[in-house]
């Protein structure tokens, strides 16, 4: 019997892809620095049509490092960037890398009280925001920040070119805000902050083993926490994704809609970097047209979107006429990709073009992936990566594996698995437990491992139900309700049961496709019933359906169960 610690996954690898490979023992500004001596003059990220080379991008993070140090900021400072997929981010992360200082994305879409949460609970030291944000959501709880005493504003314009800054100013297309001083805090505008400033790389040691992100989880369950990723974890995890998919250096094109915020988005944008390639910044993922437009203009060799995304612009005229002759691989993950989606979708982009993946901010992120070039099996997040071991545990005690194609929680061990939540002990010992004198980082997915190696996420331990003593995983209930053809998005979530305490009721959110909107709601809900019943156990079909107009989504595209439950 195939057991976990024979690496059934290993033989299943591509060519040239090996079990264990030597790590960088050092930070990734390292691998930066050669990118920019070999390609200077190649662009690092195109904005809007705008270009931004290597050399230049040093430069300014450069710029910004010493601004930061000038204003009083230490190595293991925090600084949060509350930024959408705009210049500004790339080189204010950059920046405070260079720094020795810690990064922390922020999402520009949090409200005031959020921020404040979220810049308390890191006892953040600087804050780069957008001038919006700075007038509506930040300026109120100034007072309410007693961390806080640096606070850099710009605005989305102010990277661009002249002429396009100039007519967005003047179509006032884009949110604005006033920028006014707060009491015992440093407020200074973005251009400003760097005009004062060297463009030499600061003279600051950085080791491998220090806190480069403070990356917050989603919140999902309690309040959001921070994750300590150390540059040897960001280092480790670049260097997997890198021998794993085999780029060519100075030549790859990379689009993603993941926000730079969320650490996917940010993972990629490093990865691009760190391959000498090009990445096409977004600052809004729900714009397929413009999303389509910069694909025909810029024919990227990698897309790195959430399912809802793919399938969002598999509806995009435009983007079902681009030629796809230059794309390599279209990664998805953060959710379940439905088996009949990815079809309609590679019928546009091409066969076995999808990687479905898998991983979360407590790994930096990456931990399993589809082969690049091999056996892709569809409906798994493909195979853990080089000096990656997985393994799937009991349920209930979390500790014994069980039978390789029994289901357990997944639990993982690697050099991308992070330091521990910040400030959280109780939080930290739950998640990262020893077992064979390895440090495990136990994941709260359901998942479960056939014989060739390949990981299926069944569930979100938090997202299963119980109806009358029987484990139900929302997750496959909606892959199979995916097939029905009025279903656009949809999501299975527990509601209690009032005659069976301790036991919940499987009710079904369905947003349904454009064409069948406008028809009969009681129609439309036996249609999706006698479906579920000919394709599912009966304590698995829905008991309560529930229409909507549009599904709440996360701001990286996940169905919000969160939000679903109330």
């Known amino acids: 019997m195939t057991t976990y610690d024979e690496r059934p996954w290993v033989k299943n690898y591509d060519p040239g892809v090996e079990p264990e490979i030597d790590l960088p023992d050092a930070s990734p500004l390292e691998k930066f620095r050669e990118i920019v001596q070999s ?58 890398m260079i720094a020795g200082c810690v990064a922390s994305g922020l999402s520009p879409l949090l409200l005031g009280p959020e921020m404040t949460y979220q ?64 009491r015992n805090k440093q407020v200074i505008e973005f251009n400003q902050f760097l005009n004062a ?11 491998s083993n220090d806190i480069c992100l403070l990356q917050y989880t989603g919140g999902t369950t309690g309040l959001p926490k921070g994750t300590m990723l150390t540059h040897g974890n960001i280092a480790a995890n670049l260097a997997q994704i890198e021998h794993w998919t085999k780029p060519e250096y100075g030549h790859e094109v990379c689009l993603s809609g993941f926000p730079l915020f969320h650490l996917a988005g940010l993972a990629l944008s490093l990865a691009s970097i760190f391959m000498g390639g090009a990445q096409i ?9 413009h999303i389509a437009k910069e694909i025909k203009k810029y024919q990227p060799t990698m897309l790195v979107n959430v399912p809802s995304l793919y399938m969002m612009l598999a509806e995009e005229p435009l983007f079902r006429k681009i030629r796809f002759s230059r794309l390599s691989f279209a990664l998805s993950g953060a959710s379940a990709f439905p088996e009949e989606s990815i079809k309609e979708f590679e ?34 997040v493909g195979l853990p990566v080089s000096n990656t071991l997985v393994r799937i545990v009991d349920l209930e005690t979390g500790a014994e594996p069980v039978p390789v194609g029994q289901e357990g929680e997944l639990i993982v061990s690697g050099p ?23 440090v495990w980082l136990h994941t709260g997915d359901v998942a479960r491992m056939d014989e060739d190696g390949y990981v299926t996420i069944v569930d979100r331990l938090k997202d299963m139900l119980n109806v009358g003593g029987f484990k139900v995983f929302s997750r496959e209930v909606e892959e199979k309700l995916y097939a029905h053809p009025a279903i656009e998005f949809c999501a299975i979530v527990g509601i209690p049961n009032p005659k069976r305490p301790g036991s919940e009721i499987v009710k079904l959110v369905v947003q349904p496709r454009a064409e069948f909107a406008a028809r009969d ?37 996940k169905v919000n169960k969160k939000a679903l439950k109330g």
Not at 59 to 69: E, G, M, P, Q
Not at 148 to 173: A, C, Q
Not at 281 to 289: F, W
Not at 538 to 547: A, H, Q, R, S, T
């Open 39 to 96: 390609y200077p003059d190649a662009p690092a990220a195109f904005f809007y049509g705008d270009r931004i080379t290597y050399k230049d991008l040093e430069s300014v993070s450069n710029r910004f490092a010493n601004a930061l140090i000038s204003a009083g900021c230490q190595s293991g400072d925090i600084v949060a960037i509350n930024l959408p997929n705009i210049p500004q981010y790339l080189i204010a992360q950059l920046g405070v």
């Open 119 to 182: 810049l308390n609970d890191g006892r953040m030291k600087a804050l780069v925001t957008l001038d919006a944000i700075f007038e509506h959501r930040l300026a109120p709880e100034a007072d309410r920040l007693p961390h806080l005493s640096l606070i850099i504003v710009t605005g989305v314009l102010d990277f661009m070119s002249w002429p396009k800054r100039t007519i967005g100013k003047l179509l006032k297309k884009v949110p604005s805000g006033k920028i006014r001083p707060l």
């Open 347 to 380: 019928s546009i982009i091409g066969k076995d073009k999808v990687l479905e993946v898998y991983g979360m901010t407590e790994a930096s992120p990456i931990i399993t992936m589809n082969p690049r070039y091999g056996r892709k099996k569809r409906g798994t």
């Open 521 to 557: 709601a009681e129609a439309l809900r036996e249609s999706i019933l006698e479906y579920a019943r000919d394709n599912l156990a009966p304590y698995k079909v829905p008991k309560v359906i529930e229409f909507v107009e549009n599904i709440p989504l996360t701001p990286v595209g």
């Open 416 to 438: 991308q698995v992070m330091k521990g939540y910040y400030d959280k002990p109780d939080e930290t010992a739950l998640a990262l437990r020893v077992h064979d004198g390895k």
């Open 281 to 289: 910044l977004i600052p809004n993922p729900r714009d397929t047209k």
């Open 197 to 207: 400033s060297s463009s030499r790389h600061p003279d600051v040691a950085v080791q």
